[in-house]
Structures are given as C-alpha cells and as structure tokens.
C-alpha cells in the first residue's frame, strides 16, 4: 500500500472507532529536539540510561543520576511541542472517547493542551521523597544539588518509574483497561521493547482492536499490527488528523 494510501486508511478507521486509546513513545517529542532513548542521537549513547534510570545506580550515586535528569529537564525545558503532539490534540477534540497513554515524563503532551493524558512512566516534572509520601511537581531549573524533602529531610529523587520498579499500578491498571475496551489503538514513535508499555498495544490488538503503528522504523510488533506507517510522526500525524 503506497503512503498515502496508508493514510486514507488510518483516517478511515479512526473516523468509524468508537473508543481511540494513543501510545506514545519518545518518538513523538524527537521533533522537538528531545533525545530518544535508543535511536541515532539516543540518549544511552551518552548515558547507559539503563545504569542510570535505576534505583540501584541512584542510591550508589544519587549525583549522578541528579546530573542526568537535570541535563534532562533542563533541556526539555527549552523545548516546544512539535506537530505530532498538537495533532493529538486535535485527534483528543474529534473523538469523545478518546485517551492517551505515554511513556514519555517530558509533559509536552499536556502543554500542547491534551487533557486525558496517562504518564504510566512518571514525570520528569515531579520528584517524590525517598522515605515519606511527600511528592510535587517541581519545575526549578537545574534543582538544588541533592534535593531534600520539605517535610522529612531526606534526600528527593525524580517520581519517574525506573528501570527494574513497579509502575504506578492504578495507572497501569487504567491503561491495561483502555487498551483492552479501545476498538482503535495508535501507536506512536516507540522502539515497543520496553514492557509493561509494549503490552499495552497486544491487549488492544487480542481484544479486538485494530492497531496502527506510526514510527521511523519497524518494530518488533510491526507484524503483529493492522498498519504500520513509516515515516516522522509530526508529519504523518496531522496528515491523518485532518482527515478524521
Ligand atoms: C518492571 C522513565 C517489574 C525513566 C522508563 C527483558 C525482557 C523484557 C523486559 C525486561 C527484560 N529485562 C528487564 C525487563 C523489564 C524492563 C524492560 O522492559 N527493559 C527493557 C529495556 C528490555 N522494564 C522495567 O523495568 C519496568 N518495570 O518491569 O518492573 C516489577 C514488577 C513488580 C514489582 C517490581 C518490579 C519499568 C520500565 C520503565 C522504565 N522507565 N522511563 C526515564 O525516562 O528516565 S523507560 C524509557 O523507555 C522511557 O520511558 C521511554 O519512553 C521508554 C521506551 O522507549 P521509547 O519511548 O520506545 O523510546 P525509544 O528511544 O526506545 O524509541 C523511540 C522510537 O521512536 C524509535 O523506534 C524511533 O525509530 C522512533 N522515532 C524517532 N524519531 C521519530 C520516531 N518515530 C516517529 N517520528 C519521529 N520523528
Ligand atoms: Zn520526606
């Protein structure tokens, strides 16, 4: 099916859903200059993120991994939302039952202005005590070295879900939910070999729902998925959008 073809038919099929969940992956905010986590300029280039975005690399050496999400959000925070994002929003306005789950803690979603939004990965946005409930969002630029926590003292870290913990289970109970009752799943700009998200998208499709995948390059679920369209996601997503 050539490219345009392709589109006509995601048009199509979102247009007859019913109930649209989104999975999104770094792949969305590539065109925003953040850096993915596995492609070309991705981040495990500079970083073995994989070292650092785990509780055992934070509590050996908390500098670092301070160091990490500072570089992070310090380059996040000069950062604007690209097409694929306020394309989602559009999508958000045209279909009453729509939700969008993202492995992505960068927020761009929600400044682009989407509202039914699923961080099943946290925020890089929010830091949450390392011994009591305290957690908030916190959008200092860099932070303070080694940040403590208001109400205890003890040391703050980021409230993303690091490599080797529990995401958050409410959350991913809704997402699991989502996905198994959408009649229509997107998926957008993600590598699908980080689980429990990459499972999210085989729900939808073993629940009936047709999946299509929007992503720079096959995936290891690509022939398990209704369509795969290749390509920028900020540039195949509002082609779609518009459509619908
Ligand atoms: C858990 C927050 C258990 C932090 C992140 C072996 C096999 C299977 C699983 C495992 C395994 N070994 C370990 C595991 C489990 C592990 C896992 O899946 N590891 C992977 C690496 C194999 N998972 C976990 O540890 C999870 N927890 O399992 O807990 C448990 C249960 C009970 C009790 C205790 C424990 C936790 C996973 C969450 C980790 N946190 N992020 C932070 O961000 O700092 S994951 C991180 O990867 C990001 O959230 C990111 O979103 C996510 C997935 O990556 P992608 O989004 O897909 O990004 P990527 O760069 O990979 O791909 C981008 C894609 O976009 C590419 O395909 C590219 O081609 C495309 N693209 C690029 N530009 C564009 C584009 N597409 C379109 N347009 C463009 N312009
Ligand atoms: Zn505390």
Redesign the pocket.
Same mark, same amino acid.
């Given at each position: 099916m050539k490219q345009e073809e392709k589109i006509l038919t995601a048009s199509d099929w979102i247009r007859e859903a019913e109930k649209v969940a989104v999975l999104?992956?770094?792949?969305?905010s590539?065109?925003s200059g953040v850096p993915?986590?596995?492609?070309a300029d991705?981040?495990?280039k500079k970083y073995k =993120?994989?070292d650092?975005?785990t509780p055992e690399a934070f509590n050996r050496n908390p500098e670092l991994v301070w160091d990490?999400?500072n570089w992070?959000r310090e380059l996040i925070s000069k950062v604007k939302p690209n097409p694929?994002h306020f394309a989602l929003v559009d999508l958000e306005r045209k279909k009453s039952d729509f939700i969008l789950i993202?492995?992505?803690?960068d927020g761009l979603h929600q400044e682009a202005g989407s509202e039914n939004v699923l961080e099943?990965?946290?925020s890089?946005w929010r830091v949450k005590c390392t011994r009591c409930e305290f957690q908030a969002e916190d959008r200092r630029v860099p932070l303070p070295k080694l940040p403590t926590c208001p109400q205890c003292g003890a040391l703050l870290r /980021?409230a993303?879900?690091?490599?080797?913990?529990?995401?958050d289970f409410h959350i991913l109970e809704r997402a699991f939910q989502a996905s198994k009752e959408c009649d229509l799943m997107l998926v &957008?700009?993600?590598?699908?070999? &980080?689980? /429990? =998200?990459?499972s999210l998208s085989l729900e939808a499709k073993s629940s009936g729902a047709r999946v299509i995948e929007?992503?720079?390059?096959e995936?290891p679920q690509t022939s398990l998925l209704d369509l795969t369209i290749l390509?920028?996601?900020?540039?195949?997503l509002p082609e779609i959008v518009k459509l619908v």
């Open positions: 999104t992956g770094a792949g969305v590539a065109e993915t986590f596995r492609g991705g981040l495990w =993120a994989t650092l975005a990490f999400y992070r694929a993202t492995q992505n803690v099943i990965h946290g890089i /980021p993303v879900v690091w490599f080797g913990e529990a995401l &957008v700009g993600t590598s699908a070999v &980080v689980h /429990p =998200a990459a929007i992503n720079l390059e995936t390509g920028k996601a900020g540039e195949i």
